[in-house]
């Protein structure tokens, strides 16, 4: 079984920055794509960023140039370093991971999710 878990989300003001960490541990092989989505209230749930295991980026276009995605397989982490905040970002937002497990089983996981609250 793999667990993750998110960290950095908060309460701040339009225009600031906030950084998310999500780290994945136990049973992991190695960690495909990872990303982050956000869900705001009374909306559908949309991918923000990904980040592939070699490293490209890819960005939904709402937060191009402010939001960047990076990741530390050492650590088998994940970030999502968030600049200019908006009151529309905000939003829950939820890491995942596609994990091959020690089994090589692949499998999806989610973070439990982490709040952003962006004041104008």
């Known amino acids: 079984q793999v667990q993750l878990v998110e960290s950095g989300g908060g309460a701040v003001q339009a225009g600031g920055s906030l950084r998310l960490s999500c780290a994945a541990s136990?049973?992991?092989?190695?960690?495909?794509?990872m990303g982050w989505w956000r869900q705001a209230p009374g909306k559908q749930r949309e991918l923000v960023a990904v980040?592939?295991?070699?490293?490209?980026?890819n960005y939904a276009d709402s937060v191009k140039g402010r939001f960047t995605i990076s990741r530390d397989n050492a650590k088998n982490s994940v970030y999502l370093q968030i600049n200019s905040l908006k009151p529309e970002d905000t939003a829950v937002y939820y890491c995942?991971?596609?994990?091959?497990?020690?089994?090589?089983?692949?499998?999806?996981?989610w973070g439990q999710g982490t709040q952003v609250i962006v004041s104008s």
């Open positions: 995942n991971m596609v994990v091959i497990s020690t089994t090589r089983a692949l499998t999806d996981y």
């Open positions: 136990g049973s992991i092989f190695r960690i495909n794509d």
């Open positions: 980040i592939t295991s070699g490293g490209s980026t």
